[in-house]
């Protein structure tokens, strides 16, 4: 069964404070690792997909990366309006179903 | 393009009633999926469809049923509601290259803005 947990749960950041969030995964075959921003009553919004080990994808102040086991969004120098829970989730090989992490919620304080 | 569409985007229900979700995405996926997500949870798969007449179980289907007679909806219906599907309903669609044998497409799954409903 596809595994994905993500940490911390929460993360409280002072402006221009930068730090990592942890999605560790484990899954028979990976297509894809994916992230979403998700922000208060509202569906998840896209941010990035990672296919393969040592990929990089960066995007304003967010950068995530992957390994065979764990993938990490870097946060540099976040601002108020990144506040928000982001979602892991990975797709296998084989399948075509996201199993989703819980989500770290992180808040960004001017 | 609208993207994912979904109604109503709020809703309270009895216990024992039914209603239908509506979801419609004019982007011409052809793969659509439902997931509820309950407070400070990630979200779980209800039903997915990999394309018209075709439709399959997710990890969560009990009290659920789907059809997707087009490309373009997917409503999800709940029969005898309980106060256990008290939460927040997504639908999603993607494109999957795989579906056509060809690089065409991405695996990137779009979102709706959402359903709350509550069972009291």
């Known amino acids: 069964e596809d595994q994905v947990t993500q940490s911390p749960e929460a993360l409280r950041l002072q402006e221009g404070e930068s730090s990592s969030l942890n999605c560790s995964y484990t899954v028979s075959g990976l297509r894809g690792l994916f992230w979403y921003r998700q922000d208060p009553g509202k569906g998840p919004e896209f941010l990035f997909t990672l296919y393969s080990a040592g990929e990089e994808k960066e995007k304003e102040r967010l950068k995530a990366t992957l390994t065979k086991k764990e993938s990490f969004l870097h946060i540099t120098a976040p601002k108020p309006e990144d506040s928000a829970t982001y979602l892991c989730?990975?797709?296998?090989?084989?399948?075509?179903?996201?199993?989703f992490g819980e989500g770290t919620q992180l808040t960004v304080n001017p | 393009n609208a993207g994912v569409t979904q109604t109503p985007k709020f809703r309270i229900l009895k216990i024992g009633q039914s209603m239908t979700l509506q979801c419609a995405q004019d982007m011409n996926h052809n793969y659509m999926y439902w997931y509820r997500q309950d407070p400070g949870m990630g979200l779980k798969l209800i039903y997915y469809?990999?394309?018209?007449?075709?439709?399959d179980k997710g990890e969560v289907p009990n009290g659920y049923n789907v059809s997707r007679s087009t490309t373009e909806d997917f409503p999800l219906r709940l029969e005898l509601a309980a106060p256990s599907q008290t939460s927040v309903y997504f639908c999603?669609?993607?494109?999957?290259?795989?579906?056509?044998?060809?690089?065409?497409?991405?695996?990137?799954?779009?979102f709706g803005p959402g359903t709350r409903l509550t069972v009291l």
């Open positions: 989730a990975v797709l296998r090989t084989s399948g075509s179903r996201l199993t």
């Open positions: 469809s990999v394309g018209a007449g075709i439709t």
């Open positions: 999603a669609s993607s494109y999957p290259d795989r579906a056509l044998g060809t690089s065409v497409g991405t695996d990137t799954q779009y």
